[in-house]
């Protein structure tokens, strides 16, 4: 677990939305048969490119 909270801490931002882009990709394959667990990965998808976006602005500014 401290390493996946030690990944995100220090991966930079583009790392974060490219892994949301290949999330959100894989969710909506997934969409058809399982639509519960695409949901969820969606969710998570969404949490993660916020977290990104404050991320670069923060490092920015």
């Known amino acids: 677990m401290?390493?996946?909270i030690n990944?995100?801490?220090t991966a930079s931002p583009l790392i974060l939305l490219l892994l949301c882009i290949g999330a959100e990709?894989?969710?909506?394959?997934i969409e058809i048969k399982l639509p519960?667990?695409?949901?969820?990965?969606q969710?998570?998808?969404?949490?993660?490119?916020?977290?990104?976006?404050i991320k670069f602005f923060?490092?920015?500014?």
């Not at 519960?36 to 990965?41: E, F, N, Q, V, Y």
């Not at 923060?58 to 500014?61: D, G, L, R, V, Y």
Request: net charge positive.
């Open 58 to 61: 923060n490092s920015k500014f």
């Open 36 to 41: 519960t667990i695409a949901m969820g990965l």
């Open 25 to 29: 990709i894989v969710s909506k394959i």
């Open 2 to 4: 401290n390493k996946l």
């Open 7 to 9: 990944f995100f801490k």
């Open 43 to 53: 969710l998570v998808t969404f949490v993660v490119f916020v977290y990104a976006l």
